[in-house]
């Protein structure tokens, strides 16, 4: 079954549904959901981003957004939950998560012309949840301190430390502290992480 995606014009007014295939070939604007985890310990926070796998069609092998995913025709933003549940195995609650507003998303590659219309949201913590990777979506859950990862985004920092694990297809698991730049992050637009360290860091400020 193919899935589909409802589709907007300019104005983000539904206008139809097409195939994700015809979404991402024609470039209609369509909906998803995007959730960062950010965890405080001792007063310092730091935000969480998922290795994906290598099996991933698209930017295999590189960090990304905690959880994130399309939603389809028939859901809700609330129905985004879902990939939180997929991908990382942790079963949250709508209420539980902050919003962060709609961040408008447009990137062109040589594959697919990607433009969405994200609802973003944080997920803010203690303690470590009990993870439990999709391993064709996810490899590994790496964080770093959100004061850099801020800084990154702004271009006065062009290397983060992460520190996490990575997952191999076995599911064992290896504890890793690993540097990485711009390239080593999905392609998102700078102004799509910019908006998105602004607004966590007015969230908790």
């Given at each position: 079954?193919?899935?589909?995606?409802?589709?907007?014009?300019?104005?983000?007014?539904?206008?139809?549904?097409?195939?994700?295939?015809?979404?991402?070939?024609?470039?209609?604007?369509?909906?998803?959901?995007?959730?960062?985890?950010?965890?405080?310990?001792?007063?310092?926070?730091?935000?969480?981003?998922?290795?994906?796998?290598?099996?991933?069609?698209?930017?295999?092998?590189?960090?990304?957004?905690?959880?994130?995913?399309?939603?389809?025709?028939?859901?809700?933003?609330?129905?985004?939950?879902?990939?939180?549940?997929?991908?990382?195995?942790?079963?949250?609650?709508?209420?539980?998560?902050?919003?962060?507003?709609?961040?408008?998303?447009?990137?062109?590659?040589?594959?697919?012309?990607?433009?969405?219309?994200?609802?973003?949201?944080?997920?803010?913590?203690?303690?470590?949840?009990?993870?439990?990777?999709?391993?064709?979506?996810?490899?590994?859950?790496?964080?770093?301190?959100?004061?850099?990862?801020?800084?990154?985004?702004?271009?006065?920092?062009?290397?983060?430390?992460?520190?996490?694990?990575?997952?191999?297809?076995?599911?064992?698991?290896?504890?890793?502290?690993?540097?990485?730049?711009?390239?080593?992050?999905?392609?998102?637009?700078?102004?799509?992480?910019?908006?998105?360290?602004?607004?966590?860091?007015?969230f908790i400020k």
């Amino acid at each position: 079954m193919k899935e589909h995606l409802a589709i907007f014009n300019e104005q983000q007014q539904k206008i139809g549904t097409a195939t994700r295939e015809e979404v991402h070939r024609l470039g209609h604007w369509h909906e998803t959901f995007h959730c960062w985890f950010l965890r405080k310990e001792e007063g310092e926070y730091y935000i969480t981003f998922q290795m994906r796998s290598s099996l991933k069609q698209d930017y295999p092998n590189l960090l990304d957004i905690t959880a994130a995913g399309h939603l389809l025709a028939h859901e809700t933003v609330q129905d985004g939950l879902r990939e939180v549940e997929e991908e990382l195995g942790i079963t949250l609650s709508f209420e539980e998560l902050h919003s962060l507003g709609v961040i408008l998303y447009n990137v062109t590659t040589d594959a697919f012309i990607d433009r969405e219309i994200c609802h973003v949201f944080l997920y803010l913590y203690e303690g470590m949840p009990r993870y439990e990777l999709q391993r064709e979506e996810v490899s590994g859950l790496l964080e770093a301190k959100f004061t850099d990862f801020y800084a990154f985004c702004r271009g006065t920092q062009e290397i983060l430390i992460l520190s996490g694990f990575l997952e191999d297809t076995e599911g064992i698991r290896t504890e890793v502290n690993i540097p990485a730049n711009k390239p080593a992050f999905v392609p998102h637009e700078d102004t799509y992480l910019l908006q998105v360290a602004s607004r966590i860091a007015d969230f908790i400020k």
